[in-house]
């Protein structure tokens, strides 16, 4: 069974550009996640789907970061424009049916930015 | 503040040695569960505790839930250098917030 797929892996822009993210979750995950990892720390939930519905955006910077999952499979996450405090890793993990902590969350590869 | 606390951040051990590291919080959780992620790969779930007092046995790798449902412990014995990595503790408090912690980085030297 094919895992989380995430592209690309890396990624350094300059601040004030923007990038996107692209996440296609295990076939059959109604639920996805996308996370932001910065050096040092643990994940920080961004948001989460179900479907093609948001259950959970309450951490998401609003101002500059975006994300769609319109078909409830595949999902891209926007960062429009980018700052320097942006540099982390980008999570996408995608699970069944329930939330995070009820059943298991698989992980991508994660996105590595790097914002000059 | 964080809202799950992780220690020690930061451990070097010799293969074969045994080691415990500690996951706390002041609210209780739900659950919580354990992770371990290796380098330019996302975290990989090793382990969900939900009762209060509960013990999970995962071959070297025993887990514990405090009575109290605030905290979790990951004990390895007979460290290996296949341990290496991040662990990482999360889970669901009862406000309804996912959140991981900092994680420990555990070097196991051959």
């Known amino acids: 069974e094919a895992g989380v797929a995430q592209s690309p892996r890396y990624k350094i822009i300059e601040k004030r550009q923007s990038v996107a993210f692209w996440c296609n979750p295990i076939?059959?995950?109604?639920?996805l996640y996308w996370y932001q990892q910065i050096l040092g720390q643990g994940p920080k939930l961004l948001i989460q789907?179900?479907?093609?519905?948001?259950?959970?955006d309450s951490q998401l910077p609003k101002d500059r970061f975006s994300a769609e999952r319109l078909k409830g499979v595949d999902s891209t996450l926007k960062i429009q424009p980018a700052k320097l405090e942006d540099s982390a890793v980008y999570l996408c993990?995608?699970?069944?049916?329930?939330?995070?902590?009820?059943?298991?969350?698989?992980f991508g590869p994660g996105t590595r930015l790097l914002v000059l | 503040t964080q809202l799950l606390e992780q220690s020690p951040q930061f451990l070097s051990i010799q293969e074969g040695e045994n080691l415990t590291v500690y996951c706390n919080s002041s609210?209780?959780?739900?659950?919580l569960q354990w992770y371990r992620q290796e380098p330019g790969e996302g975290p990989v779930l090793l382990v969900t505790?939900?009762?209060?007092?509960e013990v999970k046995k995962l071959k070297r790798l025993t887990f514990q839930f405090g009575d109290a449902r605030k905290d979790s412990s990951l004990h390895i014995t007979a460290a290996q250098p296949g341990d290496t990595g991040l662990y990482l503790c999360?889970?669901?408090?009862?406000?309804?917030?996912?959140?991981f912690g900092p994680g420990t980085r555990l070097s196991v030297l051959p």
């Open positions: 993990a995608s699970s069944l049916v329930r939330g995070p902590d009820q059943e298991t969350q698989y």
């Open positions: 999360a889970g669901n408090d009862y406000g309804q917030n996912f959140v």
């Open positions: 505790v939900v009762t209060g007092g």
């Open positions: 609210s209780v959780f739900s659950s």
């Open positions: 076939s059959g995950h109604a639920t």
């Open positions: 789907f179900q479907n093609n519905g948001v259950v959970d």
